[in-house]
């Protein structure tokens, strides 16, 4: 009976592990650092009191814990002998992993939503999108993605392991996984879809809000003002199209298999570089962020100056 899995994909070398592990750990500290900032920044300035950048701090949080169900084990693999990982470990990393990242695609789409009622709404947008919408699309997010994958989890967990415990990808994942189970499991592809139907559904969702926001800017007669509209949905668009699009590949391609190298390149897209870029997107690239980022590290001067 197999109770640990052994990470293959990794090169088993040392020395040259260090060539991976010191770039991939300020990759890690640049994820949480940032992220932190963005969300520590929103709950703090007033004038970031909005339903768009409620969303993206809830998005930032989000990505800090993300990130931290996978890239810490990755770290440890990278330079230990030892790239292994037991079977609750590896099961409360598929748990959480993809908890948060259904949290983050539900979290996008009422991102979505908040920008299409802000731009083809404009003049009921107070009055819908208010604080308590706000936390309820948040608390809906959360339960959907903790709830959905709790029953393939469970399931999972009752399943015999008595073959080969290789696992060739970065992190603990269904597929890799279900392949060392030693029965049927020919039950996935009803909750395959089920997640399928949930990603599809996400994305349409996003995708016609976006569609139809395109069409009202390009109608609106200031070119200021189609500007301003298109670099609020920006940033939005290229978090959606860089998670939703690494996702599809990922875990829509129906009966296509890649190598294992296409396999590591497609989980790394949209378990590191997603939350690399995400604080890039929401703060280099947005004039409030980086002044309300600003306002805070002047005040933290003011007050360690009146300290001393």
Request: net charge neutral; hydrophobic share 50%.
């Amino acid at each position: 009976m197999v109770n640990q899995f052994v990470f293959t994909v990794f090169p088993n070398f040392h020395e040259g592990g260090l060539f991976f592990f010191i770039p991939l750990l300020l990759i890690y500290g640049f994820i949480i650092t940032g992220n932190l900032i963005i969300f520590i920044v929103v709950q703090l300035d007033v004038i970031l009191h909005t339903p768009m950048y409620f969303f993206i701090s809830v998005l930032s949080f989000l990505e800090t814990w993300y990130s931290t169900t996978t890239i810490p084990k990755m770290l440890s693999n990278l330079v230990s002998k030892n790239k292994t990982i037991s079977l609750t470990g590896c099961l409360m990393q598929m748990y959480f992993f993809h908890s948060l990242g259904i949290t983050e695609g539900c979290v996008l789409t009422a991102m979505a939503i908040d920008r299409y009622i802000a731009i083809c709404r404009p003049l009921r947008y107070q009055t819908i999108m208010t604080p308590q919408l706000c936390v309820c699309l948040t608390t809906g997010s959360c339960l959907c993605g903790f709830l959905l994958v709790l029953p393939e989890i469970a399931w999972i967990a009752t399943l015999p392991f008595c073959q080969s415990n290789q696992i060739n990808q970065i992190f603990c994942d269904f597929t890799p996984v279900l392949r060392l189970a030693c029965t049927d499991t020919s039950l996935v592809i009803i909750v395959d879809a089920i997640h399928g139907a949930e990603i599809l559904a996400s994305f349409l969702v996003i995708a016609l809000s976006y569609l139809r926001i395109i069409v009202v800017i390009l109608r609106m007669p200031s070119a200021e003002g189609r500007h301003k509209a298109f670099s609020t949905c920006a940033a939005h668009l290229a978090v959606f199209l860089l998670f939703f699009g690494s996702v599809a590949v990922m875990y829509l391609r129906f009966s296509a298999t890649y190598s294992v190298f296409w396999d590591t390149a497609i989980a790394v897209t949209f378990v590191i570089l997603v939350p690399f870029l995400n604080p890039i997107i929401y703060s280099l690239r947005n004039k409030d962020m980086k002044d309300a980022i600003g306002r805070l590290f002047c005040y933290q001067k003011v007050l360690s100056g009146a300290g001393s």
